[in-house]
């Protein structure tokens, strides 16, 4: 039999979905790919087949995905051309490995022009190079993760209580990493979708104030909600030490490990609700309903955004 290939998992999201995985279909049917060896070692000692790989070149590449039938590429944690480098190396390396498809993790309305995300050019960039390659594709368009504003919130229950972003009353579908990444591990199993788009949202679309109100009955704590404007909220992320982009110095352990111009600009497109995306595909694909927000913060331990894990260069 064709393996199925994961990559990215040494990360917070690729190493859910590996373990996801592995409930599904017998370990001799997989390749793991990732750059941590003490994380390969791992999953090698429960039977999987693994590859040590650095996405940013090209050369050799193709060899590690030999005899995949269906390749799963979770995004890269950096963002602009870097990522689209790595992500164009991954779909021309699978392509001529033989790989016949494509699952990738991308945004939800990544292809609206008009959706000032950051974050979504690149998504855009990888979804239209699968598409040119002609491959088949399940492209995961996620929502956010829930992780990021659930442990946002306790970052104020910690500080003043008044919880400020951009995003005002704009609405979002906040899903789990968790849920993105079962996702992933089905779309990788599965047979029956062809040159297919998913949205991978949350139970039910909500604001900000909804999300901070969930926490608060939750946990009896009192933070509230104050909109600030753009440049406000980038002001807010340097004076945690949070660097504007991934090219910059990211703190070890920040409770922000991502880069304040993916957040704010994504904050505007959820303010612009261009994130206001809620379908059932999640369901669909997996047969299991989303995990709720109010179930993240009553197991918040197990719902916290973790560490940033990146190999930039």
């Known amino acids: 039999m064709s393996k199925l290939i994961l990559t990215g998992v040494d990360g917070n999201l690729g190493g859910q979905a590996a373990e996801y995985l592995m409930t599904l279909t017998d370990t001799k049917h997989l390749v793991f790919c990732g750059y941590s060896p003490a994380t390969l070692e791992k999953y090698?000692?429960?039977?999987?087949?693994?590859?040590?790989?650095?996405?940013?070149?090209?050369?050799?590449?193709?060899?590690?995905?030999?005899?995949?039938?269906?390749?799963?590429?979770?995004?890269?944690?950096?963002?602009?051309e870097k990522r689209q480098t790595a992500h164009k190396n991954v779909v021309d390396a699978a392509k001529a490995a033989g790989v016949k498809k494509i699952i990738y993790t991308s945004l939800v309305n990544a292809a609206d022009p008009s959706n000032p995300s950051i974050e979504k050019i690149d998504h855009a960039f990888t979804e239209n190079y699968i598409e040119e390659s002609?491959?088949?594709?399940?492209f995961l368009r996620n929502s956010?993760?829930?992780?990021?504003?659930?442990?946002?919130?306790?970052?104020?229950v910690k500080a003043d209580g008044e919880l400020t972003n951009s995003q005002g009353d704009g609405k979002m579908a906040y899903i789990s990493r968790k849920d993105c990444a079962k996702a992933v591990a089905y779309a990788l199993i599965n047979e029956t979708y062809?040159?297919?788009?998913?949205?991978?949202?949350?139970?039910e679309l909500m604001t900000i104030r909804d999300f901070i109100d969930i926490g608060n009955e939750v946990t009896?704590?009192?933070?509230?909600?104050?909109?600030?404007?753009?440049?406000?909220?980038?002001?807010?992320?340097?004076?945690?030490?949070?660097?504007?982009?991934?090219?910059?110095?990211?703190?070890?352990?920040?409770?922000?490990?991502?880069?304040?111009?993916?957040?704010?600009?994504?904050?505007?497109?959820?303010?612009?609700?261009?994130?206001?995306?809620?379908?059932?595909?999640?369901?669909?694909?997996?047969?299991?309903?989303?995990i709720s927000v109010r179930y993240m913060f009553e197991h918040a331990d197990e719902f916290q955004v973790g560490e940033r894990h990146s190999k930039d260069v």
Do not use: C, W
């Open 44 to 80: 090698a000692k429960q039977g999987v087949a693994v590859q040590e790989t650095n996405f940013n070149y090209l050369e050799g590449l193709a060899e590690k995905f030999s005899g995949g039938e269906a390749l799963a590429l979770i995004s890269m944690p950096f963002v602009g």
């Open 134 to 138: 002609g491959l088949d594709y399940i």
């Open 194 to 203: 062809h040159h297919k788009i998913l949205n991978i949202n949350g139970k």
């Open 144 to 156: 956010q993760y829930a992780e990021a504003m659930v442990t946002n919130y306790f970052t104020y």
């Open 220 to 290: 009896g704590n009192k933070v509230t909600y104050k909109e600030v404007t753009d440049e406000e909220n980038y002001e807010v992320f340097d004076a945690m030490g949070v660097p504007r982009t991934t090219d910059g110095k990211f703190k070890d352990g920040s409770e922000a490990p991502f880069s304040s111009e993916g957040m704010v600009t994504f904050a505007q497109a959820i303010r612009e609700n261009k994130m206001a995306e809620h379908t059932d595909d999640f369901k669909q694909l997996t047969g299991d309903d989303p």
